[in-house]
T-cell receptor, first 118, second 112 residues
């Protein structure tokens, strides 16, 4: 079956530093998204990662804080910049596609990256 | 964003049916009703979705009210592995991109 992987699975970082999270899919997808899930909370959409162009950010999220890349149809990165303890969350990528593996009307989520900022 | 309202928590017994309600009174005509669930320490997974008619798949059934202002996710025979947070979401296309806006969901506990 199709696989969505994220690296790292977890990390503990010092405030003021940055962390880049990778999302790798084992087949081509059309859409890739990044979400944040703060402790005990639901998921909040950060941005849509657009292949070959700048990401589309949701209200309250900015490119300087959460730069996103999507160089091809199977890979994206999210960087959490200049981290503070308030950035401690689980960060999840999700995808949709056009194939029988990843349908267009469903989002498929990666396992998440658990980030703790001290 | 269209809003859904779900009970914070529900409890059921193993091998019994579970009915998870969701209110979405501000739904628009083109919004699809999606259900996802999140098992402990995992990313959300798709359960089922529908527009107007009731839907069945191998995981669950979705009953949609005639006015579409509410829906019910039905797990026909709950198992311990069904313990999760269940999210009812209105999926809408915005500028060609689908968006899922997650509410707080219902935490389902299954008793052995």
């Amino acid at each position: 079956s199709a696989v969505i992987s994220q690296k790292p699975s977890r990390d503990i970082c010092q405030r003021g530093t940055s962390l880049t999270i990778q999302c790798q899919v084992d087949s081509q997808v059309t859409m890739m998204f990044w979400y944040r899930q703060q402790p005990g909370q639901s998921l909040t959409l950060i941005a849509t990662a657009n292949q070959g162009s700048e990401a589309t950010y949701e209200s309250g999220f900015v490119i300087d804080k959460f730069p996103i890349s999507r160089p091809n149809l199977t890979f994206s990165t999210l960087t959490v910049s200049n981290m503070s303890p308030e950035d401690s969350s689980i960060y999840l990528c999700s995808v949709t596609g056009t194939s029988s593996t990843f349908a267009t009307d469903t989002q498929y989520f990666g396992p998440g990256t658990r980030l703790t900022v001290l | 964003d269209a809003k859904t309202t779900q009970p914070n928590s529900m409890e059921s017994n193993e091998e019994e049916p579970v009915h998870l309600p969701c209110n979405h009174s501000t739904i628009s005509g083109t919004d699809y009703i999606h259900w996802y669930r999140q098992l402990p320490s995992q990313g959300p997974e798709y359960v089922i979705h529908g527009l107007t008619s009731n839907v069945n798949n191998r995981m669950a059934s979705l009953a949609i009210a005639e006015d579409r202002k509410s829906s019910t996710l039905i797990l026909h025979r709950a198992t311990l592995r069904d313990a999760a947070v269940y999210y009812c979401i209105l999926r809408r296309l915005i500028q060609g991109a689908q968006k899922l806006v997650f509410g707080q969901g219902t935490r389902l506990t299954i008793n052995p």
